[in-house]
């Protein structure tokens, strides 16, 4: 391990965990070329990072997977274990087993990912090093410090929370009025959000009387591992949205990492449809060009929903389509998320509806659409 104990005090205090000698010495770089942040320590594997994180606290750990003695995941593990607190920074790839890997990292309790660019040109890029950048303040500047005792959705948890939104659906189905006009959800979310998404859509029922699209700021390669993994953990059909599909009640569509998600009428039917504009908000997907997709869209409501990240994504995608869409707008509280970025920024508009805590984001969705 290597150490820096004249950090200043006014500067973040960052951990770097990498066996890679060229990738510790690129992310010691980028993160101390940032008056924000300092690295004080590093570590050459999981097992050197253990017994660092045992005896010191840092705002920030950046965290590589694969490495020899103790790997990422490992050393997760046993850090909540322990119930050892950290903000924890994936540097991951993005191969079918390197999201896999990632998404369960997101599940222990890691706050964000930076993908490991193959380029050594990209990773010595700007582009690379303002990602960085960004995703590592994300993080520090998190609310969120434990690591994860359990998944946010459990076996146990899952049988009962099956049973409270069966319960809610024939509540719901007694008492809705009878529909005038289709109805859609579109939500977005960034830091915080693949967690928080496993608190929301394993709620929703497979009989939902609307589609959902969800725009989660994450590279290519990583949307459909999180497609797969909150499908398999919910009744509702979860999938990553593919160009040209054509939307339907009860299915949730996740955008594609690295395009941006749109909704089109074609053949008077709506389906998605991919565009390759640069990056908006910094982020691509975005959800503004969801949202803006939506105003020449057929459907009579549509329920924005804002969930935890960094930024102000889908708020002036929000205002657009308030000018000529009936919207209902559903925001995350405070004190739920990760980051409170994204749900403060449409907050500030005046246009949100409902703020609520995580939990209760599913049925306020569940009762502002109704059932089949």
């Known amino acids: 391990m290597i150490m820096n104990t004249n950090a200043p005090k006014n500067k973040k205090k960052i951990l770097v965990v990498d066996d890679s000698a060229l990738m510790r010495r690129v992310m010691c770089d980028i ?7 300092q690295v004080v320590e590093q570590a050459f594997d999981g097992l050197a990072a ?5 005896k010191n606290q840092y705002d920030g ?20 274990k322990d119930k050892i607190r950290a903000r924890i920074m994936m540097a991951s790839t993005d191969t079918k087993d390197g999201a896999t890997v990632t998404m369960e990292a997101l599940d222990l309790g890691a706050i964000d990912f930076i993908e490991k660019p193959v380029n050594i040109v990209y990773l010595k890029s700007s582009g690379f090093k303002d990602k960085f950048l960004d995703t590592l303040q994300a993080v520090v500047s998190s609310r969120q410090t434990n690591i994860s005792a359990v ?10 929370q099956e049973e409270t939104t069966q319960k809610l659906v024939s509540i719901v189905r007694k008492s809705q009025p009878a ?3 289709q109805k859609i959800v579109a939500l977005a979310c960034s830091t915080g959000g693949p967690k928080a998404l496993q608190s929301v859509v394993p709620r929703l029922p497979a009989e939902l009387a609307a589609p959902v699209l969800i725009v989660q700021h994450m590279p290519k390669g990583f949307t459909q591992s999180l497609a797969e993994r909150l499908d398999s953990m919910s009744k509702i059909k979860v999938k990553e949205a593919v160009e040209g599909d054509v939307l339907e009640n009860g299915v949730v569509y996740i955008s594609m990492g690295g395009k941006h998600m749109n909704v089109a009428t074609k053949g008077g039917r709506a389906t998605i449809k991919y565009t390759d504009e640069p990056p ?3 982020v691509k997907p975005c959800a503004n060009y969801m949202y803006e997709s939506l105003k020449s869209s057929s459907y009579a409501q549509i329920v924005c929903v804002v969930l935890t990240g960094m930024g102000a994504d889908g708020t002036k995608g929000i205002v657009n389509l308030e000018t000529s869409k009936k919207i209902h707008v559903i925001a995350q509280d405070e004190g739920s998320s990760t980051v409170y970025g994204m749900p403060k920024a449409i907050a500030a508009t005046g246009l949100v509806n409902q703020v609520v805590s995580l939990d209760n984001v599913a049925q306020e969705i569940i009762m502002s659409v109704g059932v089949r």
């Open 179 to 181: 529909v005038s006009g």
């Open 31 to 37: 993160i101390n070329s940032d008056e924000r942040f």
């Open 151 to 160: 998944s946010a959705v459990t076996v146990v948890s899952r049988e009962k």
């Open 50 to 54: 253990y017994e660092l994180l045992k």
């Open 280 to 282: 908006r908000e910094g």
């Open 61 to 80: 750990v950046v965290l590589d997977v694969n490495m020899p003695k103790m790997n990422g995941i490992q050393l997760m593990r046993a850090l909540q």
